[in-house]
């Protein structure tokens, strides 16, 4: 052992530098570096403003006569504050708000008790609402197969842009007012006036967009063929019509030079019959495809007709619409970006969010929501307005509740199902609406496929039309309002106009949101005047105006 110790202490003595500066070697370093790491910590406390942040002092060394007082600091809830943590603040407010609500939900139990059931009359009320159901599967069988004949019609035979424009508005105006008759005189059930109003919409505005880029499309390429003509023995192009002289120069020249308003290929050696190598005139051409192109390409200040560009030729496909029709989004286009698989986790849990939410809305609605209604019927016959004031602000809790499950049900777990089960790639429904500084903000932020549809199909083609800004906002703004009283009133059988007057007010919300965020320079009173004015009295007070009119006007027996 010892001969053994001496021949390993040579190794210890020219270790290497690493062992030399452990701490479990070396005991200074590691006491000089502690006094490092907590000299650095008080340092970094102090920059900070923390004096007293995990800083140990032992009380045995406190005297009396020792200054406390030592520097000017802010109180933590005051403005001149540094940025605090109120993480607990938040708890508070959490645990009290669900204690306020779980007072209520006691207070409902005890009163009505579980409420949750099965009408019996539910059976012979969807016998009513047969027409109804059958004119929506009509509708979504019969409505693609007119719009894609009509397209290849009008692809084949050439049909004028204005005649096949025609037949596409009246087949949209069919295809949004007929299922609504249906609904209304048919006397459908509130649930299955809803659904099918509900799909009514969403066809209405899938197939005015196919119109819409399918008209684009063939305007594209019949302004094409009609700058450019096939030129025979050549995949190139060449002018409808040319003057004589560059006729000439092109039989001199020969056909493969690029002529104005033309598009030629580079020339070859093999298809001039010469090598451009030998002469030097031609020695620049003698050029890659790919800088012969940007040459072709470019045209001379003075040319007056440009030269075309590649147009996608279009074709139309009944699988691809109906791949856009089952997909989540309102606007067509040729292709659209694709997942690489479906996920089986993904679509189930998905399927459970929305299963769990449509639960939890019903619940909420037959348990809180109706008898509340109901009890709210007799302070509308007498005008009280003090009792409909408390009844709005009663009903603002759950209906607020019911409305964000609403939200994560259509636009998160429902879209996200379907985008995964067709593997569509975009899948930007929405975005942070709830940090909404305006009202306008919240309104292109929490429904992005409809906002898209409106830009692209309503406010753009105004502007093209000559229309100001203003005045295509205008527009935008009232089809909104009209789609929003249609699809309350038609299922409900009552029309008010409650609807679309809430939607038409906030216009003026809009203008007056923007001038509290620039007047008072708070982006939270703007944001506190959206969730006010929105979902406090705003939506609820349209549920009791149609949910009186309704319950007096149908279900008063």
Not at 64 to 85: F, I, K, N, T
Not at 211 to 216: E, L
Not at 494 to 502: E, I, L, N
Not at 512 to 521: A, E, F, Q
Request: glycine letters at 4%.
């Amino acid at each position: 052992m010892s001969k053994q110790a001496v021949k390993e202490s040579p190794k210890e003595t020219n270790g290497s530098s690493r062992d030399f500066f452990d701490p479990s070697h070396n005991a200074a370093l590691a006491a000089v570096a502690n006094v490092v790491s907590s000299i650095r910590t008080y340092i970094s406390n102090e920059a900070r403003g923390h004096d007293n942040a995990k800083k140990f002092v032992n009380p045995k060394l406190i005297k009396a006569s020792a200054d406390y007082h030592v520097r000017a600091q802010p109180s933590l809830l005051g403005s001149e504050a540094p940025p605090q943590d109120f993480r607990g603040l938040y708890n508070l407010a959490f645990l009290v708000l669900v204690a306020l609500n779980l007072r209520l939900v006691v207070e409902n139990f005890i009163k009505y008790g579980l409420l949750l059931e099965f009408r019996s009359s539910l059976n012979y009320e969807w016998r009513r609402s047969y027409p109804a159901m059958i004119a929506m599967m009509c509708m979504v069988v019969v409505s693609p197969l007119l719009a894609h004949g009509l397209e290849v019609i009008a692809v084949r035979k050439r049909l004028p842009l204005h005649i096949t424009g025609y037949i596409h508005t009246l087949h949209v105006m069919l295809l949004f007012f007929t299922p609504l008759f249906v609904v209304h005189y048919s006397y459908a059930t509130l649930e299955a006036g809803l659904i099918c109003v509900i799909m009514t919409i969403i066809m209405a505005m899938k197939m005015w967009s196919y119109a819409h880029v399918c008209h684009d499309l063939r305007r594209d390429m019949l302004l094409h063929d009609r700058l450019l003509s096939p030129v025979s023995g050549s995949s190139a192009f060449s002018a409808a019509s040319s003057s004589k002289k560059d006729k000439e120069k092109e039989n001199h020249d020969g056909p493969a030079r690029r002529r104005k308003g033309k598009i030629s290929p580079p020339p070859s050696p093999s298809s001039t019959g010469h090598s451009t190598a030998n002469s030097p005139k031609d020695q620049p051409t003698n050029q890659t495809s790919t800088e012969s192109d940007k040459n072709e390409n470019q045209t001379s200040p003075g040319d007056k007709q440009p030269l075309a560009t590649p147009v996608q030729r279009y074709e139309p496909s009944l699988g691809h619409l109906y791949y856009f029709l089952a997909a989540p989004t309102l606007i067509y286009q040729l292709s659209y970006p694709r997942s690489p698989k479906v996920r089986k986790r993904f679509v189930l849990r998905r399927m459970f969010e929305l299963v769990l939410c449509m639960a939890l809305q019903v619940f909420l609605s037959e348990q809180y929501v109706l008898p509340l209604i109901k009890n709210s019927l007799e302070y509308f016959d007498q005008g009280n307005v003090f009792a409909i004031f408390e009844r709005v602000l009663k009903l603002s809790i759950p209906n607020t509740c019911i409305w964000l499950l609403l939200f994560y049900a259509i636009f998160h777990a429902y879209l996200n199902l379907t985008a995964e089960v067709l593997r569509f790639g975009d899948r930007l429904f929405y975005r942070d609406w709830w940090n909404a500084q305006t009202l306008d903000v919240y309104w292109r932020n929490w429904n992005l496929p409809v906002h898209n549809w409106i830009v692209r199909h309503v406010y753009a083609p105004l502007l093209r039309h000559r229309f100001s800004s203003g005045q295509a906002q205008a527009v935008a703004f009232a089809l909104s309002a009209v789609l929003h009283e249609v699809l309350v009133s038609v299922p409900c059988h009552t029309f008010k106009f409650w609807a679309f007057g809430g939607m038409m007010m906030q216009v003026p919300l809009i203008a007056l949101s923007r001038w509290v965020v620039g007047r008072l320079k708070q982006p939270l009173w703007g944001n506190v005047l959206f969730w006010t004015s929105f979902l406090i009295f705003g939506q609820p007070l349209i549920i009791l105006l149609y949910s009186h009119d309704y319950i007096r006007n149908h279900m008063s027996a």
